[in-house]
């Protein structure tokens, strides 16, 4: 077999594993276009997939040769330039998961493989005259066009995706500053580098409080906030002198995944209700006690609410005999313990937030893709909140002095049902509805959780209603246009 149908081959390969580390990872599990600290990371992206757009499509069929080999020489040393460029800004600003990282090694070594097998054949192409000569490879090089074709969509995506956080960037900049607090606070933030932690802190450091978060990656978290924060591993690393007002405890594992095994249930409890008491002990140790410990929790305390159930659920109803009821209950109780020493404890049980990142991301991609409808019949409740009135609560419940203190709901005033949403989603979107996807693959799949998908809930914010907050984004329609 000669170099250049090898290098092809491994070309044809490198498009294959291109594509899935863009499906899987970028869109699906890390959902890099919705990321703000990812602008610059997607810029890279999308000029490194023009490049390999070109480099796919003019490499199917034609052979380069003369001047035209010494450019694709130097569209190589460009190519090795950014790749080593997105490493280092990739480590940067995000963890890698360990299945990306694996990922992009063997993109690494697989690209370096195929790029030096076509530099061996560049002195014999040199030496002829300048030229594009057409060679088809049948088969192998309508694949490689279309994967040509592929990548450069994806980058015109990415490239799309960058100037949107541009723009978002700009907006946020110009509009005012969440207050918090008169004066200058101190405050501990867990779960920082999370959606809607990074939100926070930012809006935390805008409004000009000092911050320190807790991060199992401390290097990542200085960079994330560049160095603007003050990062421990531990809350054994967090001395007792230091001066926190307040916590704002949002730590946890993600809740929807994988199957619910008793593995699953130990690592959700542990993420949450473990953390949760660590920060307690702390705060019994700590020689200046914070005012007020915000803690997370959801409005999976309340359960689920089965069909044809239209009842309106306050902070004043009871938790069901069920796994995600039980999870929100030992969170809050834990949390609770640090009323013991004197501090303000507020639970905010979070409906389903909606932001550029978090689960709107994936809950749009059906729709973008033309598929929209009921899902499992549409007619359960789904209770959601806009990431920017969540921020706004919590800077309402910072604002509240000595009072605000039990379970808040962290939704909007308007509930909607499943199918609802869907259709407002679509005609924000300019895409058609109606598509019904059956809800039993869903439940066969995650079993009790998908009663989070199929069952829902309609909760209501009575307390932050009843205490004056102003939600910026009450309905659905106008909080789906500020995102998308």
């Known amino acids: 077999m000669n170099t250049h149908l090898l290098a092809l081959q491994l070309m044809a390969f490198q498009g294959c594993l291109g594509a899935f580390d863009t499906l899987y990872h970028h869109e699906l599990t890390e959902a890099l276009p919705g990321r703000p600290s990812a602008r610059r990371e997607l810029s890279i992206h999308a000029t490194r997939a023009l490049i390999y757009s070109a480099m796919f499509i003019g490499l199917s069929a034609w052979s380069f040769q003369g001047a035209w080999a010494a450019a694709l020489l130097l569209v190589f040393a460009v190519e090795i330039v950014l790749t080593l460029w997105d490493f280092v800004v990739e480590d940067r600003t995000r963890l890698l998961p360990a299945t990306e990282r694996v990922t992009h090694t063997v993109l690494a070594m697989n690209g370096g493989a195929f790029i030096a097998l076509l530099a061996l054949n560049t002195p014999a192409l040199l030496a002829l005259p300048t030229a594009l000569v057409w060679q088809p490879q049948g088969a192998l090089s309508v694949f490689l066009a279309l994967c040509g074709v ?23 900049a110009g509009a005012p500053a969440t207050r918090f607090a008169d004066g200058e606070r101190g ?21 000009g409080h000092r911050v320190t978060v807790l991060s199992r990656q401390p290097r990542q978290a200085a960079w994330l906030f560049e160095g603007r924060v003050e990062c421990v591993e531990s809350m054994d690393r967090l001395p007792s002198s230091r001066r926190i007002d307040v916590v704002v405890n949002l730590a946890g594992a993600r809740i929807l995944g994988w199957r619910w095994t008793a593995k699953r249930r130990a690592a959700l409890r542990k993420s949450r209700i473990d953390l949760t008491r660590k920060v307690v002990d702390w705060i019994g140790a700590a020689e200046h006690k914070p005012a007020l410990l915000l803690s997370a929790s959801a409005i999976g305390y309340y359960g689920i609410q089965r069909r044809g159930d239209d009842t309106v659920l306050t902070e004043a109803d009871g938790p069901q005999p069920m796994f995600m009821s039980d999870l929100c209950r030992e969170w809050e109780e834990a949390a609770q313990g640090a009323a013991a020493h004197g501090v303000r404890v507020a639970c905010m049980r979070f409906g389903l937030v909606l932001g550029t990142q978090g689960a709107l991301p994936m809950m749009l991609l059906p729709v973008k893709l033309g598929l929209g409808g009921p899902l499992g019949g549409g007619a359960q409740w789904l209770s959601w909140i806009h990431v920017d009135d ?8 910072c604002r509240a002095g000595g009072s605000g203190s039990g ?4 939704t909007a005033p308007e509930s909607v049902r499943q199918a609802g949403f869907s259709r407002v989603a679509a005609s924000v979107l300019g895409r058609p509805y109606g598509f019904p996807t059956p809800g039993w693959p869903m439940r066969l799949a995650l079993g009790e959780q998908a009663d989070l998908l199929l069952e829902g809930q309609r909760v209501a914010p009575q307390r932050l209603l009843r205490e004056g907050y102003a939600f910026r984004h009450p309905t659905l329609d106008g909080a789906l246009r500020s995102l998308v």
């Open 390 to 397: 969540l921020i706004g609560g919590i800077a309402h419940l």
């Open 150 to 172: 592929g990548v450069g969509l994806s980058g015109l995506r990415d490239a799309w995706a960058a100037r949107a956080i541009g723009k978002l960037a700009l907006r946020e």
């Open 187 to 207: 405050f501990l933030v867990t779960g920082a580098t999370g959606f809607i932690g990074q939100r926070l802190v930012r809006a935390l450091l805008r409004d």
């Open 407 to 410: 379970a808040y709901n962290f």
